[in-house]
């Protein structure tokens, strides 16, 4: 079964630091691009960063750039997102999202496979 | 950056309803959009990509149009399952955007 699982959320002070994992299967993980969207409460689905198969290509949103990093294990069948500077307005859940394609390299798409997501909560 | 307005912000409709939802792109995008649905606590489901193509597995009941600016999400008689949260998303260029949903609800 293709499947991505988050992991990692939880409650954080402003202007601390967080790392989300997201675990894949059921596909050959080193061919798709990975994308991280998140959603406030309440709220829409917002974009935060994307990265190519081999991590040549890396893409940030504005509200997050400087201050998260994306990243890949391919080994580890794994995605990341370091998060610091945490603010306020970054609490959200966060989905790993899949590209559509394999074998797109630095090129966007719409996401085919999603995970449950996980909570990040910034509050003192 | 490429803005992404859906229309209307929420419709009310009967099982068995025809439902229509657009999305307007603030500069040209070709065929480079996708639907998605979403329910309650769950992540998105992709329905349609590159503006008119089902994803596996999705009803034919569902069906996209649309390119360059202007773009629709058509279901053509509502089922029970069908009320959710639906969004636009262009996959033109970085930064990626989404619309900001329409919430169809039972009337």
């Known amino acids: 079964e293709v499947q991505l699982v988050e992991s990692g959320g939880g409650l954080v002070k402003p202007g601390g630091s967080l790392r989300l994992s997201c675990a894949a299967s059921?596909?050959?993980?080193?061919?798709?691009?990975m994308n991280w969207v998140r959603q406030a409460p309440g709220k829409g689905l917002e974009w935060v960063s994307s990265?190519?198969?081999?991590?040549?290509?890396?893409y940030y949103a504005d509200s997050v750039k400087g201050r998260f990093t994306i990243s890949r294990d391919n080994a580890k069948n794994s995605l990341y997102l370091q998060m610091n500077s945490l603010r306020a307005e970054d609490t959200a859940v966060y989905y790993c999202?899949?590209?559509?394609?394999?074998?797109?390299?630095?090129?966007?798409?719409?996401?085919?496979?999603w995970g449950q997501g996980t909570m990040v909560t910034v509050s003192s | 950056d490429i803005q992404m307005t859906q229309s209307p912000s929420s419709v009310s409709a009967s099982v068995g309803d025809r439902v229509t939802i657009t999305c307007r792109a603030s500069?040209?995008?070709?065929?480079?959009l996708a639907w998605y649905q979403q329910k309650p606590g769950k992540a998105p489901k992709l329905l349609i990509y590159?503006?008119?193509s089902l994803q596996s597995g999705v009803p034919s009941r569902f069906s996209g149009s649309g390119s360059g600016t202007d773009f629709t999400l058509t279901i053509s008689s509502l089922q029970p399952e069908d009320f959710a949260t639906y969004y636009c998303?262009?996959?033109?260029?970085?930064?990626?955007?989404f619309g900001q949903g329409t919430k169809l609800e039972i009337k």
């Open positions: 059921g596909f050959t993980f080193s061919s798709y691009s």
């Open positions: 990265i190519s198969s081999s991590s040549s290509y890396i």
């Open positions: 590159a503006a008119s």
């Open positions: 999202a899949r590209i559509c394609r394999a074998g797109v390299v630095g090129a966007p798409d719409a996401f085919d496979i």
């Open positions: 500069q040209g995008i070709s065929s480079w």
């Open positions: 998303q262009q996959a033109n260029s970085f930064p990626l955007g």
